[in-house]
């Protein structure tokens, strides 16, 4: 079983439209939690972080259920921009021990049609 | 702020041979990481510096890898001898703590033929 799974896609949908992705991760003590973007033949990059309590950040909301080692962002009003790889990426590193190690999904494709 | 760097953009090398490949961290990060995506896998985590010292190369693959960070600034990863295997994206990202978010260069890509 892979540390972290996600559903591959691609999800084609068009302007306008609400997608979700969702990620599942195996090691319940994993600390802390994102999601990246990566466009094509680029380096991720930090979209935002999830937190428990869910977080927004404009047309983006990422949710975190411990319980059920769950992880899902939600994209509103998709724009033609927004079109990319998602990678649902999780930190099994220990802080305190001074140890930051992240654990990267496969990715999920998103392309955006007008 | 300049960014995190890594040198060469591309490589194309043959079975056998050795590349060494450098990342450039942000100015003032001591923390720097290195990570590869080998083609239709997921990117996987080579190691960790703080400044000179190895503080987790627990993804290296084998002995074939070699990483060194002189001086606690830029680092360079050797393959040597490279392998089919070995061809992908290999990424360096740094960060000023442990705890915060990593910035990524833009990667090597390695091809082995």
């Known amino acids: 079983r892979k540390e972290v799974e996600q559903d591959p896609g691609p999800f084609n949908v068009p302007e306008g439209a609400t997608v979700a992705f969702n990620c599942t991760y195996s090691?319940?003590?994993?600390?802390?939690f994102f999601w990246y973007r990566q466009d094509c033949r680029k380096e991720p990059k930090l979209l935002m972080s999830v937190y428990s309590s869910g977080n927004e950040d404009g047309r983006f909301t990422a949710q975190l259920n411990r319980a059920s080692q769950y992880i899902s962002l939600l994209i509103r009003d998709s724009k033609l921009s927004d079109s990319a790889t998602y990678l649902c990426v999780v930190n099994e590193g220990m802080f305190s021990g001074g140890y930051n190690k992240l654990i990267f999904g496969a990715g999920t494709r998103l392309a955006v049609h007008p | 702020e300049a960014g995190v760097t890594q040198f060469p953009s591309h490589s194309v090398i043959e079975k056998g041979q050795t590349v060494t490949l450098r990342c450039d961290p942000i100015s003032g990060h001591d923390n720097l990481y290195w990570y590869r995506r080998v083609m239709g896998k997921e990117i996987k985590f080579l190691l960790h510096f703080v400044k000179e010292s190895k503080q987790d190369e627990s993804g290296m693959p084998n002995n074939r890898f070699l990483a060194e960070r002189t001086g606690g600034t830029y680092s360079t990863l050797k393959v040597q001898p490279a392998e089919l295997e070995d061809s992908g994206v290999y990424f360096c990202?740094?960060?000023?703590?442990?705890?915060?978010?990593?910035?990524f260069g833009s990667g090597t890509r390695l091809t082995v033929v």
């Open positions: 090691n319940s003590a994993s600390q802390s």
């Open positions: 990202a740094s960060s000023p703590e442990v705890d915060y978010g990593y910035t």
